[in-house]
């Protein structure tokens, strides 16, 4: 008999163990799905951030570009760390680096008509690369946009013969 209610409480035990693991992988799922699915939700609030900074350095832009008399190219220089000297041919291989094509209503343009033409506008722009912040790009069908797009598939949408900046949520 004594054998019998240890053996009952060894099992009543294992029981015990095997509840206590359902309940705690069942936490575990709920807050692993939680936590997932913001991360789609951080992203686009980051999108958003960019959009209101793209406005503001296209305005800044434009009004450079009248400043300095409508000029076909412009430096946009974000990076901090490289600093450009007239005079060595490697300083004036960064300067074109730097160079940005600007359109005859004053808005810049990617120097190729593609995606990584698109992602290189968008770094002379903000100073960020779009990868570093999970977005991707791409030119719009009709050609005359470059689209960015977050993970939950928001996008800003960059009308380069306008200046336009759209935010597109999916909300």
Not at 48 to 70: F, T, Y
Not at 148 to 158: G, L, P, T, W
């Amino acid at each position: 008999m004594l054998s019998q209610q240890k053996a009952d409480g060894e099992l009543l035990k294992l029981f015990g163990n095997m509840v206590a693991i359902l309940l705690l992988l069942s936490v575990l799922g709920v807050l692993g799905t939680r936590y997932f699915s913001t991360l789609d939700n951080i992203s686009a609030q980051g999108l958003r951030l960019e959009h209101s900074r793209l406005l503001n350095v296209l305005n800044m832009i434009k009004a450079q570009w009248l400043a300095e008399g409508r000029p076909k190219q412009m430096m946009l220089d974000w990076d901090a760390n490289v600093s450009i000297h007239s005079g060595t041919s490697a300083n004036q291989e960064a300067s074109d680096r730097h160079l940005v094509s600007i359109n005859e209503s004053g808005w810049p343009m990617p120097d190729k008509l593609n995606s990584a033409g698109c992602e290189r506008l968008w770094y002379h722009l903000l100073g960020t690369k779009p990868e570093a912040q999970q977005i991707l790009s791409s030119v719009g069908r009709e050609g005359v946009t470059c689209d960015y797009f977050a993970r939950n598939n928001d996008h800003i949408r960059y009308h380069l013969t306008s200046g336009r900046v759209i935010l597109l949520t999916n909300e």
